[in-house]
């Protein structure tokens, strides 16, 4: 490979990496701004008011336009699972 053609494939690598570390240093905050409003989730999802909403709506007593996605046990497991698979994933090195 001449350098031509070296530095244009080394170009097209190096942008797409730019692009990519520009792109999880937002999803980075995105994540740490996030961390309180998880901990506040996984309190609801471990607390009697979790339960006792769920029952609610069980028995149809909350309103049927009311968004009810934080009552979706596979729901909320989902999101805590992934949380901390990501926390894992971030302490590790390279």
Known sequence: M???NR????EEKFDR???AVASL???LENFKAA???VKELAAYYESDLWRRDFEADSAGKL????KRGILSEDG???????????KVL????D
């Not at 530095?7 to 080394?10: H, Q, R």
């Open 17 to 19: 990496a730019l692009e």
């Open 2 to 4: 001449n350098a031509v």
């Open 90 to 93: 971030l302490q590790t090195p």
């Open 7 to 10: 530095i244009k494939a080394m």
């Open 25 to 27: 240093d937002v999803a």
């Open 35 to 37: 961390i309180p409003e």
């Open 63 to 66: 309103p049927c336009d009311l």
């Open 76 to 86: 909320i497991y989902n999101l805590l699972t992934d949380y901390q698979r990501l």
